[in-house]
Structure formats: C-alpha cells, structure tokens
C-alpha cells in the first residue's frame, strides 16, 4: 500500500504562488495516474489536476485556468503542483491522490494523503 504525504502548504498573499510537494512511500508511483483533489470548509471536494504515468497527460479542473502546473518525477516517487496567481478561493486542504491511470485519479482514485492547507489572504 502507498503512504502519500503532501507539503509545501502555508499561507500567501493573493497573486502569490506556491508549490505543492507529494512524496510517496510503499511502492513506486511510475505505474499509476497521480493527482490532486481540494475541499474547503462546507464544500465538496473539488478536482485540481491529474497527470498519466509518464507524465505526458495532464488534465486540470475548470477552475484552473492555466494558474496551475502538475508535474511529476518518477525516479524520485513524487509529484507536485506549482500554484500561481493564487486566489482566495484557491484556499482549501489540498490532497494528493493516486489511481490506476489518469482517469481513474478523476473519477474513483485509490488512495489519498492527509492533506496540507493552503490559505490565500486578501
């Protein structure tokens, strides 16, 4: 079984950036799709961006609008998300998840870390 730990969250100001780091432990993530989910207090959790194993597919929630990056390094078993532009309403418990393969991490992924918070002031 996979552990998925996130960092890289804090706080910044609106129009800030930041980056997201997701490291894996327990098995390899190079034969599995990995993404990224958020949930803010009282919302649903909402869809951020997804990427193939060989990192040639991404595809990211309406939402995104070219402000964010996944990428992903199989050698290091990690994935990340470069966050730009950031919003308030960006803010929310970002979590990395892991599925089959791309499509999977958006519509049923397998596994998922605790999250880290991100909180854009105004």
């Known amino acids: 079984q996979v552990q998925l730990v996130e960092s890289g969250g804090g706080m910044v100001q609106v129009g800030g950036s930041l980056r997201l780091s997701c490291a894996a432990s327990?098995?390899?993530?190079?034969?599995?799709?990995m993404g990224w989910f958020r949930q803010a207090p009282g919302k649903e959790r909402e869809f951020v961006a997804a990427?193939?194993?060989?990192?040639?597919?991404?595809y990211y929630g309406n939402f995104v609008k070219g402000r964010f990056t996944i990428s992903r390094d199989n050698h290091k078993n990690e994935v990340y998300l470069q966050m730009n532009s950031l919003k308030p309403e960006d803010t929310a418990v970002y979590y990395c998840?892991?599925?089959?393969?791309?499509?999977?991490?958006?519509?049923?992924?397998?596994?998922r870390g605790q999250g880290t918070q991100v909180t854009v002031s105004s």
């Open positions: 998840v892991q599925g089959s393969g791309l499509q999977e991490v958006i519509d049923n992924y397998d596994e």
């Open positions: 327990g098995r390899t993530i190079s034969g599995y799709g």
């Open positions: 990427i193939s194993r060989n990192g040639k597919g991404t």
